[in-house]
């Protein structure tokens, strides 16, 4: 799983199929992709798929609250808050991969924050979609929080992922596709290079979620 997309949404979360997905994720050149909603992870022809679950909470209480009640999955990620949130939740709770940083400031994940991430094995993600789909301030605020985790990443060394959040085949990008937008976000080749191998990373070894106290 050389290629990963980090995040899509197959039926019945999004609108199309696994296999359709699968045949369109081999066409665009990805070896594996992190599907939510999906009961166990699996392999489609030669796509490699984990099971993906995702929080949204509002408070700790409320992440580990989600975290007891929700189905094992492969892949546990977490929607990014404040920087008490996230300070709470990197060092609290176990889990994969923190997504949603587009939407904080650049306050919630700093220098203390990327060190958290980098020694617990947690990746910050990179959902290309808000580049394509956003205008305006919008986008701009995007690319500038993506800027500033792909300079903390190269600083402190935390895992990077990058995910097209698709919904349907058009959401879908090609791996080529992925390239050319991390350089936009700021990645440079390597970052490229190893985001796109993070989920695999994620699962070697495995590594299992649990509700610290």
């Known amino acids: 799983m050389k290629t990963a997309d980090a995040c899509i949404y197959p039926y019945p ?29 699996c392999t489609v022809g030669t796509v490699r798929f984990l099971s993906g679950a995702e929080i949204a909470a509002n408070s700790v209480k409320s992440c580990r609250d989600a975290l007891r009640n929700a ?62 789909s956003e205008s305006g301030p919008r986008r701009q605020r ?10 903390l990443s190269r600083k402190y060394g935390f895992m990077l992922t990058l995910s097209s ?12 596709a992925f390239t050319l937008l991390g350089a936009v976000a700021g990645l440079d080749e390597s970052q490229i290079r190893e985001a796109l191998a993070t989920p695999a990373a994620l699962m070697s070894p495995p590594r299992s979620v649990e509700v610290l106290e």
């Open 165 to 176: 959040g698709a919904r349907s085949l058009t959401g879908l990008r090609s791996v080529r």
């Open 13 to 41: 979360a999004g609108d199309v199929s696994l296999r359709r997905v699968a045949d369109e994720l081999e066409l665009r050149g990805f070896t594996g992709a992190i599907a939510v909603g999906i009961p166990a992870g």
């Open 71 to 132: 189905p094992k999955t492969d892949v546990v990620m977490v929607h990014a808050g404040d920087a008490a949130f996230n300070r709470a939740i990197l060092g609290n709770i176990s889990f994969h991969i923190l997504r949603g940083i587009q939407h904080t400031d650049k306050r919630a994940f700093d220098h203390v924050s990327a060190r958290m991430a980098a020694d617990r094995g947690i990746a910050v993600d990179i959902d290309l979609s808000r580049i394509i």
């Open 142 to 151: 995007a690319l500038e929080r993506y800027r500033e985790i792909s300079r």
